[in-house]
């Protein structure tokens, strides 16, 4: 699919060279022979004056080299050419007997006069056009002429074109958490027009994601008060089941409103960023985890460094290894680097995510199967928490199903060396 700047410029270029392909048949046009008429009223012409001459002042013709010979014969005489000329002749009234000759000269003619009885006068002109057509040095030209202007072309629409890559551009300038930076109101005046609405969209946008954000950590914080008074009362409740009921589903409240905070936390709160082994973290996450009973399998890690936040990576990184040890009867996990990035992979033997739901994994709150809250705790927020972490660092997430059955989630992050510490 085509982008609109390089159809436009596509277009400009066409159009130039149509122009060119049209000047070039006009050029060609006034570069042709004229007329064969034309040519034979000038030969009848030229005969009749020669013979005018010549028959008035015989000695011209040795001054003038012209040869005095006899009659040519029959096969040297262009039949069809002579009867053009001597029409032409007969139509302007003159009488002299002329034959146009044969020539093998190109770009020439040769024409004989009748003086007096066997005498002929032998004359030559140039041919009727005026030589070969110039066809490489038109070419050269219309080739450079075609590339001035495409050049002109590709110009004028990146020109024009600049409001919509302001936009393509902005688009790949908005941060990991959602804020769209200030552009430059600078520039022809349709693109200060186009970068001051984007900015004008952007404040609001910036205010509503903000104020989304306060809402969540708000409502967070809030949950807290009349989660403690419940948990007080819930204490005199009496032994049984009612009393645990009570305490799990406040233990899950509290959860809740932990992990919504924290995903604020993670998206409007700038953190310090320093060189981190990624190495180190991942070993210390699958040592903890083990240590609570979950099943985590460490395979090949590999030294690498990233600059980041290390409690915040520790803290992505976590949430997707327990994820997948709760829910995929265990984790695999293994670190490596292609060169260029830290490529983490947590792989599990569980039941696998729908295909159709493969896209929602990361939403805030989101369930495969809602069934399934009464038997693994949790507040659905350690998949957003974690991209968010990632993304802010530079990096991508992704989830799929594995062929051989479970999910397979991979992390990568920009590597940096020891020495940018």
């Not at 009234?93 to 024409?111: A, D, M, Q, R, W």
Request: aromatic share 4%; proline share 6%.
């Amino acid at each position: 699919m085509w982008s609109l700047r390089t159809r436009f410029t596509a277009l400009l270029v066409i159009s130039v060279v149509l122009v060119l392909v049209a000047a070039a048949f006009v050029t060609a046009t006034l570069l042709r022979r004229p007329p064969e008429a034309a040519f034979d009223l000038a030969l009848a012409e030229r005969a009749e004056l020669a013979a005018l001459l010549l028959r008035a002042d015989p000695s011209a013709a040795e001054k003038m080299h012209i040869r005095i010979l006899q009659k040519p014969t029959q096969n040297r005489i262009d039949q069809e050419h002579t009867d053009n000329v001597r029409a032409e002749g007969r139509r302007k009234g003159y009488t002299s007997e002329v034959v146009v000759l044969e020539s093998f000269k190109p770009h020439s003619k040769g024409i004989a006069v009748r003086l007096d009885g066997d005498r002929w006068a032998y004359l030559d002109f140039p041919g009727p056009g005026p030589g070969p057509f110039p066809l490489l040095p038109l070419a050269a030209y219309l080739t450079l002429v075609a590339i001035g202007m495409a050049g002109i072309a590709i110009y004028a629409s990146n020109v024009m074109m600049r409001p919509l890559r302001l936009l393509d551009e902005t688009i790949a300038k908005i941060r990991p958490d959602g804020i769209i930076p200030e552009l430059p109101e600078t520039g022809p005046m349709e693109v200060r027009t186009t970068a001051k609405t984007i900015n004008r969209l952007a404040t609001r946008l910036n205010a509503a994601v903000s104020s989304r954000m306060r809402m969540i950590a708000a409502a967070g914080h809030d949950m807290r008060t009349p989660m403690t008074r419940m948990r007080l009362r819930a204490e005199f409740v009496g032994d049984g089941d009612d009393r645990q009921s009570w305490l799990k589903d406040l233990e899950e409240l509290d959860h809740i409103a932990d992990s919504a905070i924290r995903l604020v936390r993670e998206e409007v709160s700038p953190v310090a960023r320093e060189q981190v082994a990624l190495d180190a973290v991942v070993r210390s996450v699958a040592a903890e985890i083990r240590e609570t009973g979950m099943p985590v399998e460490q395979g090949a890690i590999a030294p690498v460094f990233v600059k980041g936040a290390p409690f915040a990576l520790k803290r992505a990184i976590r949430n997707l290894v327990v994820n997948a040890a709760t829910h995929g009867q265990g984790a695999g996990v293994a670190l490596s680097s292609n060169g260029a990035e830290a490529v983490l992979t947590i792989a599990d033997s569980g039941p696998g995510i729908p295909q159709n739901l493969l896209d929602r994994v990361f939403e805030p709150f989101f369930r495969v199967d809602q069934a399934r809250r009464q038997l693994v705790p949790g507040a659905g927020l350690g998949l957003a928490i974690s991209r968010e972490i990632i993304e802010n660092h530079g990096g991508t997430i992704t989830i799929v199903n594995r062929s051989e059955g479970g999910l397979l989630q991979t992390v990568r992050l920009p590597l940096c060396t020891p020495a940018q510490d």
